[in-house]
């Protein structure tokens, strides 16, 4: 055997013993750590909501007729009692059909034949009275000479005031009958047909209910409105308070007066806010997923000592409404956990290796986890354990780059 086949048999000995002995070796697995640690930490329930107006007060029609076109727009400021908020106007009347008409046609007839017959005897009672009065003259002289007695003159007397009495009683049955005449010639009164200039008396006038802010106009341009219908809303913009439409289950576990963090509003520091009532009913909500939930409204008011940034009604926000709450704590993050059978554990740090550790919890939010028993503030732990690790592995920091 040569020399070069003896340095060539050694090199590949020393490579394949190479290989062995790095294959022997324990393998180290690079994670990701995070420390325990202790302070305040608090658990909420977390649900979008809106502002609204406290007190929004909605002016409606309190008369059938027809509305003018809106003399405020959405956003105006308007004083209580002094600002005009709407007007309306005698509605127009209605179209009559062929009988409809045909009948107000025969009333009309109706009334001016009774409106005849009135006058008629507004005649006969002129000459009634005319008639006793020149008995009552003649009867009177006959009297002074002494050739009637007093009962003939007293009756002279009294048939005139009687035919007096049956003048007025037929002028006004007169009078009666023009008025049945026209409200007959009324009732075939077509639309368009009243007149073109309106009195300053002939429309209703509506004033603001209270100071504050056009929240709505339920139609700027003019159209006939029934009694009751809804013409716009106000309400004192300065005034807010926040609706969160929470799950009944989430909601029984608040309390007035509890602690609210208002975000994402606009704005970037969060705000502050105190459950004022939690409502004690409950709707039906389908979620976006078609889920039929049951959700109540929580209502929250913006704290005494907090600068209101300038929201109106209906304006989004994020509230996190503080379920529990505390000073100080020990927490771990959630990432760190997992299940080994019924129980919760981590993997803590010990020397480069891996230990699995069961603890007990507490309170959990979206991030952190409150640790009873099992672990200690200061400790290390794997972050998002992947199958990899163990107890007992080889573990080292993984290099972020950074």
């Known amino acids: 055997m040569n020399l070069r086949t003896i340095v060539i048999g050694a090199v590949v000995a020393a490579v394949v013993g190479g290989a062995v002995w790095v294959s022997l070796q324990p393998e ?19 649900a979008e909501g809106t502002t609204r107006v406290r007190d929004v007060y909605e002016v409606a029609a309190p008369l059938s007729g ?10 105006d400021r308007v004083t ?5 908020i709407a007007r309306i106007q005698p509605g127009e009347p209605a179209f009559l059909d062929d009988r409809a008409r045909a009948q107000a046609e025969a009333a009309v007839a109706q009334a001016e034949a ?14 009634d009275l005319s008639n006793a009065q020149r008995t009552l003259n003649r009867v009177v002289d006959l009297y002074e000479r002494g050739t009637v007695p007093e009962a003939q003159l007293e009756n002279a007397t009294t048939a005139v005031d009687i035919a007096a009495a049956t003048l007025d009683s037929a002028h006004a049955s007169a009078q009666m009958r023009e008025s049945e005449v026209a409200a007959s010639r009324a009732v075939l009164t077509q639309p368009g047909e009243k007149a073109s200039v309106e009195s300053e008396d002939c429309c209703i006038d509506l004033h603001a209910p209270v100071s504050g802010t ?18 716009l809303e106000i309400g004192p913009t300065e005034d807010l308070e926040i609706v969160v439409e929470l799950l009944s289950t989430d909601a029984v576990r608040l309390k007035t007066g509890a602690l609210a963090h208002i975000e994402r509003w606009g704005g ?6 105190r459950v004022r009532e939690i409502e004690p009913a409950a709707f039906t909500k389908v ?8 959700r109540v409204r929580v209502i929250l008011d913006f704290a005494d000592n907090e600068e209101v940034p300038p929201l109106g009604h209906n304006f989004r926000v ?28 981590v993997f803590t740090v010990s020397g480069g290796v891996a230990v699995l550790t069961q603890v007990t919890l507490g309170r959990r939010n979206s991030d952190m986890a409150q640790v009873i028993s099992g672990i200690s503030a200061g400790d290390t732990v794997i972050t998002h354990p992947s199958d990899r690790i163990a107890d007992g592995v080889l573990i080292e920091a993984r290099d972020t780059g950074s």
């Open 318 to 345: 994020y509230a996190r409404v503080v379920e529990w709450s505390s000073d100080d704590t020990v927490q771990v993050p959630i990432s760190a956990l997992f299940r080994t059978g019924n129980d919760w554990s």
């Open 287 to 294: 979620s976006a997923l078609g889920i039929e939930e049951q």
């Open 214 to 231: 056009v929240l709505s106009v339920a139609s700027v341009s003019s159209r006939p409105v029934v009694a009751g219908t809804p013409l």
């Open 268 to 273: 970037d520091e969060s705000l502050t806010a």
């Open 114 to 127: 009774a409106l005849a017959l009135a006058q008629t005897q507004i005649t006969v009672a002129e000459a």
């Open 66 to 75: 027809t509305v003018a076109r809106s003399p405020v727009s959405v956003g």
């Open 80 to 84: 209580m009692g002094e600002t005009v």
């Open 28 to 46: 180290v697995v690079p994670v990701d750590m995070a420390t325990v640690s202790s302070g305040p930490m608090e658990v909420t329930v977390n």
